[in-house]
């Protein structure tokens, strides 16, 4: 019994859980960035409420404007800058003006303050605050020796600042000494952090142009194969075909023998032809069952593959379930974003009919399996000519399941089926939907 996955759960929540392995990299990463412009948001709330008591609103409404502005501005810089590092936006020149500009106003404002006996020396920690968390977005749109020397001359002037309102010397260490630990770790971290993306993009990039160039090397394969088998007859058919016409204008009846050698050469190179295709168009069980181990495992799916006897069974039979592999595994490189498949071929005791189960996850919540696509309907022509059924269906925990049964001895009659070999059938695996 089939049920749709991830019912009653949120729908973020279940596009998260069934994104791909990159793409939840992406959005755990980025989020935890972002959290840091809430944990500085919190830090100085945490501040402003512990100055409410000293403070009068003509002082804490201005602060707490400036020290939202100074959050708001990380936030954007950091969401503009992953962009940036990525390749994916332009440099946000202003939006890292702004930043900067703000983040200096506000700790001039609370030095200025401290010096106006408007806020305690308590203030300094909120300006420390600022300066721990400048450095990281700014990495993300800054080279490493521009964002340090721009980052190390505004502590330093601060430094300078706090020093000249005569605070105690502990508390200009621990201003200094903060600032600067804090900017490093975090200048660390957004910069591993977009660098740590960046390459996942790479790989991923990597993946895509690792499956393009297995199917352009396999087209290769198949024109070598072509070229060797008729480049030499059709050049032999074109030299004998000009010797036929000028032997005929001569009047000589060797033309005859002529044309008679050049249509037994045509006839042979359509045979070759034939068979070049129909080796190209046959597909062997268990070579279609290590294939797919490998190209999933280099893909990065973890894929099992249980074969419990792929060379007992007949030729049509193989090359029958061989597609079924063939195509399964194509579908879930191109529709699923899974992280595991399984195939299990069984042979029934006796006569029993073989089966062969592929499942995998990464379906998308959003699109069902209706059973009218084309190349389910190829594919099961197939194997109904050979007396067999196929089945997809979505199961629970957001899993796709095809399941081809084929008797071990066809009925009288049955052939195999040969008008829907080639390239065209497509077994819609990864919950794609049939077109």
């Not at 412009?37 to 009068?56: K, S």
């Not at 939202?68 to 969401?79: K, W």
């Not at 971290?189 to 393009?212: D, H, K, M, P």
């Not at 099992?304 to 029958?320: F, H, M, N, T, V």
Request: proline share 4%; charged share 20%.
């Amino acid at each position: 019994m089939t049920v749709a996955a991830g019912i009653g759960a949120p729908g973020w929540l279940e596009r998260v859980r069934r994104a791909s392995g990159p793409v939840r990299f992406h959005q755990y990463t980025r989020y935890t960035l972002y959290s840091f412009a809430a944990c500085e948001a919190a830090l100085l709330v945490f501040w402003c409420v512990a100055q409410r008591g000293g403070l009068t609103w003509r002082v804490l409404v201005p602060l707490s404007a400036l020290f939202a502005a100074h959050t708001v501005c990380h936030l954007l810089l950091c969401r503009a800058g992953l962009r940036y590092y990525l390749g994916t936006a332009e440099r946000p020149g202003r939006l890292t003006a702004t930043y900067i500009a703000v983040t200096v106003v506000g700790v001039a404002c609370l030095h200025a303050s401290i010096g106006l006996d408007v806020l305690d020396a308590g203030a300094v920690a909120a300006g420390t605050w600022l300066l721990m968390f400048l450095p990281g977005p700014l990495l993300l749109v800054l080279s490493v020796r521009l964002g340090t020397a721009l980052v190390a001359l505004v502590i330093a002037a601060s430094a300078l600042a706090v020093a000249a309102l005569g605070l105690p010397g502990e508390q200009v260490g621990y201003h200094v000494g903060a600032s600067l630990f804090g900017a490093t770790l975090f200048g660390f971290t957004y910069r591993c952090s977009g660098w740590t993306l960046r390459v996942v993009n790479e790989l991923e990039a990597a993946r895509e142009t690792q499956a393009r160039l297995a199917v352009a090397e396999e087209r290769l394969r198949f024109g070598r194969d072509l070229h060797d088998v008729l480049g030499r007859n059709l050049s032999v058919i074109a030299l004998k075909s000009e010797l036929a016409v000028q032997l005929a204008q001569r009047g000589s009846p060797s033309a005859v023998d002529q044309m008679v050698e050049v249509q037994r050469i045509a006839r042979e190179s359509q045979r070759e032809m034939r068979e070049v295709v129909r080796g190209y168009r046959e597909a062997d069980l268990h070579t279609e069952l290590v294939g797919a181990r490998g190209v999933l495992g280099a893909a990065g799916i973890d894929c099992r593959i249980e074969d419990s006897g792929s060379g007992k069974l007949p030729e049509p039979l193989q090359s029958a379930l061989g597609w079924v592999v063939r195509e399964g595994t194509t579908n879930v490189l191109r529709h699923a974003d899974a992280r595991w498949c399984v195939v299990r071929l069984r042979i029934g005791p006796g006569d029993g009919p073989a089966e062969l189960v592929m499942e995998n996850d990464g379906v998308s919540p959003s699109r069902a399996s209706t059973g009218g696509g084309s190349g389910l309907a190829g594919l099961r022509e197939r194997l109904a000519e050979l007396g067999g059924t196929l089945v997809d269906e979505r199961c629970d925990g957001g899993t796709f399941r095809l399941t081809a049964r084929v008797p071990r001895r066809p009925a009288a009659g049955d052939e195999p089926a040969g008008r829907s070999g080639g390239r065209s059938a497509t077994v819609e695996v990864a919950g794609e939907g049939e077109r």
